[in-house]
């Protein structure tokens, strides 16, 4: 069943346009990645569902109903928590601190400080440091951590490797299953295209501000991905 639908949306900043009739699908329980170079669009496609960017024209749809008309905090009660580029965290609160902010909205499900502390292990032990004093990828989590405690149905994910090193990357994708498993669909924002793939479902490639490639991980070959992501042989 379909949960998320964006449909043939054009999205920007003002007189700057940086979206042209984007459309995708997520469905209940399901990850999908947007991978693409830096620029294509994929951030602002994130902003646009949770509400942030205005939108110039299509549609963004949440169990079949329309959303366009809510405010971003409106959606978030709906279910839907964004998770953006840049670790945006409290850093002069501490980790606990953090985390119980992010379940003002009350919704009903099953996270909170314990679970969220089995899915991200490496806070465990920082759970009264100030938010200032953690690595970047324990910001990382914390983020993450954050937005879960909405108990979202979606999951906005952007950039999560941006930054960390490998075996921190590896660590917070590692908590990806887990989430699903609690039933939070998840949209996978990267330009690291391995742990995208490997992560999702179903993924869309975006170039220019269009997607110029969809498809199952496991059907894409690298040729075609490569060729989605840098427009090669576009004008070919």
Request: proline share 3%; glycine share 10%.
């Amino acid at each position: 069943m379909t949960l998320l639908e964006v449909k043939n949306l054009d999205a920007g900043y003002g007189q700057f346009q940086a979206l042209f009739d984007v459309s995708l699908n997520l469905k209940e329980g399901e990850a999908i990645s947007v991978i693409g170079a830096n620029g294509a669009g994929k951030s602002t496609l994130l902003k646009a569902i949770a509400g942030t960017v205005n939108m110039n024209s299509g549609d963004v749809l949440l169990d079949g109903q329309s959303i366009c008309d809510m405010q971003p905090h409106e959606r978030l009660l709906q279910g839907i928590a964004l998770v953006p580029e840049g670790r945006r965290i409290f850093r002069s609160l501490t980790v606990k601190e953090n985390l119980l902010i992010g379940g003002y909205s009350s919704r009903s499900g099953s996270w909170n400080v314990a679970s969220i502390l089995e899915a991200f292990p490496i806070l465990e032990n920082f759970i009264g440091r100030d938010a200032d004093r953690l690595s970047g990828g324990e910001q990382q989590a914390l983020a993450i951590g954050r937005a879960l405690m909405s108990n979202p149905r979606v999951l906005l994910l952007d950039e999560v490797s941006l930054g960390l090193a490998p075996i921190v990357v590896k660590q917070l994708y590692a908590a990806l299953p887990i989430i699903r498993n609690k039933g939070c669909a998840l949209v996978i924002v990267e330009q690291d295209t391995n742990q995208a793939l490997a992560a999702s479902d179903y993924t869309y490639c975006m170039l220019e501000g269009r997607i110029s490639l969809e498809g199952k991980p496991s059907e894409l070959t690298r040729e075609q991905i490569s060729q989605a992501y840098f427009g090669l042989g576009a004008h070919a």
